[in-house]
């Protein structure tokens, strides 16, 4: 009977427990409750998914779209139904999720660079995304099917396909992507499916031919060069490209022939290539009695009788021939092939401890013999400066190696007719090239980079090239020759945001408010991929209106990024400009600057934005010289602020949209480093801000936003309603 009466009373406790659970316990982890949550609001709440609008429950109320293991989500596919918004930033949270299938929707903004870290399937097809196809996609090992089409993705493929070896699935088609294919392509061991079909893609398709693929798609690009024999052999579909006719040309003199083996070895022991033709590896019965063995042992025999005279003869010579052993040493060492290319790479984006260690191996085993046009210069000096090979081989494919003399007749000699800037750590010029392109060359200080750091300007270069993002300003070059340091980036003739806000003259007329928070949001953008993507993180340590760059759609570029963080005595440097207004408090008393240092100079560009202030100003009244300390006290009050506001807009502007932009500002500029926000939660509020705005395409992200667009009236619904 005890018993009896002992189980009832179980029976009631788990009774009551069950009915409780619903509002006190939750079956979902918490992150992932969140996250899901967040992607419900930033796709406008739609009511078609029938998820309750205050839910925190995915997997213990069944949300439809949503599987779960136990308290974790693991797949989510939401494909044709109508969705609208953007998709979602903080989805890294969501760590046990395999699948996510966004496809056939209307979704509009950027890919979040914060997507699953573990996921299998990621499908965002046929969709209105814009942007670039996000660098993280990098570091998602597990992928196995990428599906990005048919939406509009835009410039060049800064994504590094190394770790992403389980990879089978590739489909890029139906976008506007530009430039040439990365090397790191050749890396996709497991891919057999790849679609690159109705874009703008350049150059060649060579780094596709070892690849195990039995579909490619490469129709309506731009692409050039001859299609490799390997990939004549699967399905293949090439229409609407510039290939070349004829045969294709025979490797270059020097090359290794393993490249070739593997190839032959592909091809299923088919019939030779052209370039296999009279190789000595096939023979007819038609050939000399010497075969392709007997002939490698002559060549083997007289390259080591030549190597044993030329070593007693360097022995005799003087102190100052020292350099030509160094030409018999570089002799025996070919270009490198693209695969030895690919390795060197993928050394160099480890971490900055592998890049450092092999810069050093580098330079004792690949010193170049001195180029002829070199000799003008003294003999003594000129063996005292670093080589060119040995950023050749450190550096990155993308990234080219200029010689002085090319860049002093881009430059007028480094004339002040092509200076455009002058910054803390050189003076920037203009250069035009013979074949019409122009970029900015970047002339660093001697006391900047001294000559005994010229090794170290090398691991400058390869670390500054892995930065690709859209608004962060792309290195596309290179020199370092007798002394003198430079860097060559990409050219933004709209000049920089400093310039807009303050030289404006009567030509040039003042920025909308929808190009302001268009600019604030870009530049946001940048810090946030060199914060929060990056890994190890990058302090930028120099933000600053002039830093930030225009191009044509008045889009921006942060310019120097990660310079400041690999120069060794920048922060010294830097520390000469205290009082610029835009260093963060702590600077100033620890003279070291941070992330959140960063965030809070970003806050400064932001106030610049709003009231069309400089930083600093020793020509206005004592209380208003300190742009922030001005600014401050009344970025909370609404008719303060009216107040505040850059005269030049004219009073068009919309008062809420300012309220939530002087929200941001106080965030980003309080004196405690501590409660400043990371710069994910600063994009994330201008997005809001954007999003609540629902502003036209006409005016913002537009060209538009280039014309007269302060003599629009307030009766103008587009700038009524941000």
């Known amino acids: 009977m005890v018993e009896y009466r002992r189980l009832l009373l179980l029976l009631f406790i788990s009774t009551c427990i069950l009915r409780l659970m619903p509002d006190g316990v939750t079956a979902t982890d918490p992150n992932d409750a969140a996250a899901v949550r967040a992607m419900f609001q930033s796709m406008n709440s739609p009511s078609q998914l029938g998820w309750p609008a205050n839910g925190d429950d995915p997997c213990g109320q069944s949300w439809k779209g949503i599987t779960c293991s136990g308290n974790r989500v693991t797949e989510i596919e939401l494909s044709n139904l109508g969705l609208t918004g953007t998709l979602a930033y903080g989805l890294q949270a969501l760590t046990s999720v395999t699948k996510l299938d966004m496809s056939d929707n209307n979704l509009v903004g950027a890919i979040p660079y914060q997507l699953p870290p573990n996921v299998q399937l990621l499908n965002l097809a046929s969709n209105n995304f814009t942007g670039t196809v996000p660098y993280s996609i990098s570091n998602l090992t597990s992928l196995t099917d990428l599906n990005l089409g048919h939406n509009q993705l835009q410039q060049g493929l800064g994504v590094d396909f190394q770790n992403l070896s389980t990879l089978s699935i590739l489909d890029l088609s139906f976008n506007f992507l530009t430039g040439d294919l990365p090397q790191t392509l050749s890396s996709l061991s497991g891919i057999t499916t790849m679609y690159l079909q109705n874009n703008q893609f350049t150059g060649t398709i060579d780094v596709l031919a070892n690849l195990p693929l039995d579909n490619l798609n490469v129709e309506n690009n731009n692409f050039t060069g001859w299609i490799p024999e390997q990939l004549k052999k699967i399905n293949l579909q090439t229409g609407g490209n510039a290939w070349s006719s004829g045969p294709a040309p025979p490797l270059p003199p020097g090359t290794p022939p393993a490249p070739k083996s593997k190839q032959h070895h592909k091809s299923g022991g088919g019939s030779a290539t052209p370039s296999d033709a009279g190789s000595g590896t096939v023979g007819d019965g038609k050939k000399s009695g010497i075969g392709g063995g007997g002939i490698a042992g002559i060549l083997i025999s007289v390259i080591v009788v030549g190597a044993v005279v030329a070593f007693f003869l360097v022995k005799r010579k003087s102190k100052k021939s020292s350099s030509d052993p160094e030409k018999l040493e570089n002799q025996s060492f070919p270009p490198l092939p693209s695969n030895e290319v690919h390795e060197v790479k993928s050394v160099q984006t480890s ?362 009236g307030s009766d103008d619904p587009s700038i009524r309603d941000i």
């Open 351 to 712: 971490s900055v401890i592998d890049l450092k260690t092999f810069d050093t191996s580098a330079t004792i085993n690949l010193k170049p013999p001195p180029i002829d046009r070199h000799k003008s210069f003294d003999d003594n000096e000129f063996s005292k400066k670093p080589t060119l090979v040995k950023k050749t081989v450190t550096a990155p494919a993308n990234v080219k190696s200029y010689s002085i003399a090319d860049l002093q007749i881009a430059t007028g000699s480094f004339s002040v007719d092509h200076l455009v800037g002058e910054g803390s750590f050189g003076r920037v010029y203009r250069a035009q090239f013979d074949d019409g392109k122009v970029l900015a060359v970047k002339k660093i200080d001697s006391s900047v980079i001294p000559n005994d750091l010229s090794e170290d300007f090398t691991e400058i270069v390869s670390n500054i090239s892995h930065l690709h993002h859209p608004n962060v300003t792309e290195l596309v070059g290179y020199c370092s020759e007798y002394g003198q340091h430079l860097l060559v980036y990409e050219f933004h003739k709209s000049g920089s945001l400093h310039d807009f806000l303050h030289l404006s003259d009567e030509y040039s007329k003042p920025l909308i408010w929808n190009s302001r928070v268009k600019i604030a949001l870009g530049t946001a953008r940048s810090l946030e991929y060199l914060h929060e993507v990056c890994s190890p993180s990058v302090v930028h340590k120099n933000i600053k209106s002039a830093n930030i760059l225009l191009d044509a759609e008045l889009n921006p570029h942060l310019s120097d990024s990660g310079l400041a963080s690999n120069i060794p005595n920048a922060d010294q440097i830097l520390n000469h400009n205290v009082g610029s207004g835009y260093d963060a408090p702590e600077v100033a008393l620890s003279g070291q600057y941070t992330l959140k240092s960063d965030v809070y100079s970003f806050g400064v560009v932001m106030l610049e934005l709003l009231s069309g202030r400089k930083p600093f100003d020793s020509s206005r009244p004592r209380s208003e010289q300190s742009l922030v300390r001005w600014a401050t006290p009344q970025l909370h009050d609404i008719d303060a602020l009216a107040k505040m506001v850059d005269p030049a807009l004219k009073g068009l502007y919309p008062v809420k949209s300012l309220s939530r932009f002087a929200d941001v500002i106080a965030l980003c500029v309080q004196p405690e480093p501590e409660f400043r926000p990371p710069m994910s939660e600063v994009v994330q509020a201008l997005v809001r801000l954007v999003q609540r705005a629902n502003m036209s395409k006409r005016t913002f992200g537009s060209g538009n936003d280039l014309g007269g667009g302060s003599q629009r």
